[in-house]
């Protein structure tokens, strides 16, 4: 028999632990926990208990339905990488009508990107837009005209990375937030390769097992691959 795996959760868990199929998940609450498990097959499972009754006698983790590839595990690996830092914490997503993407975004070589790979979706309007790194604590905000999906505007960031970028507009309202990581022309290809195989493999994933995280799981990928980058960077 499978020895139980004991969550330690208050109403929301999140582990990033390797779980073996059969494997007994007990939330430590007495009361009112929620477990979600994602595995590499696709599959979605959400546990719930609202007594010390069924709290108690646990979640059994099912068998994967088929194997992985090397490029599913490679896109878990990263996703992990991000949430073991000590400054991971997730909380359930809040209804918003906010809108959001992620993006990779080439970077050219007088440090711009253009702004038409992440802001697409945007009608065209008068808008303004903050932009904010990973390492500041205020956002940067400016006017911004867009045109639409064939607008040529262009930002200037002080490095590669994470940004993000949000969009109000006239009345002030929210229209969009973007996660952007910023890659040099060297690296561009490979990641872009990485970002569209992670995106497609998780809308497949949420037609068969819907509820998956896609947003937050496509930026905690985002930030694995940044953090991948500066590792590599400071080795060079």
């Known amino acids: 028999m499978a020895t139980g ?4 959760c208050n109403l929301f868990c999140v582990r990033v632990d390797t779980v073996a199929p059969g494997a007994l998940l007990i939330a ?4 009112d926990a929620s477990i979600l498990v994602l595995l590499p097959d696709g599959q979605r499972l959400l546990f719930d208990c609202h007594d010390s009754h069924t709290c108690a006698q646990g979640f059994r983790v099912p068998a994967l339905i088929a194997k992985p ?8 690996n990263e996703v992990k990488r991000a949430m073991q830092q000590p400054s991971f914490s997730m909380t359930p997503a809040l209804a918003t009508t906010t809108s959001e993407a992620e993006a990779v975004v080439p970077m050219q070589t007088d440090g711009t990107i253009h702004l038409k790979y992440a802001l697409n979706a945007l009608p065209p309007g008068q808008y303004s837009m903050t932009v904010q790194s990973e ?16 607008d040529e505007a262009q930002l200037l960031l002080p490095h590669s990375g994470i940004y993000f970028l949000q969009i109000f507009g006239g009345l002030g309202g929210e229209r969009l937030r973007v996660m952007l990581l910023a890659v040099s022309q060297e690296h561009i290809s490979s990641r872009q390769t990485d970002f569209e195989y992670a995106r497609r493999t998780l809308q497949e994933w949420n037609q068969n097992f819907p509820g998956w995280p896609t947003h937050e799981w496509l930026q905690f990928f985002l930030s694995g691959l940044a953090q991948g980058q500066e590792k590599q960077r400071s080795l060079e």
């Open 5 to 8: 795996v004991r969550i330690r």
């Open 28 to 31: 430590e609450t007495s009361n």
């Open 69 to 76: 590839n090397a490029d599913t595990l490679a896109m878990f």
């Open 135 to 150: 390492a500041e604590t205020q956002p940067a905000r400016r006017p911004l005209t867009w045109s639409g999906p064939g």
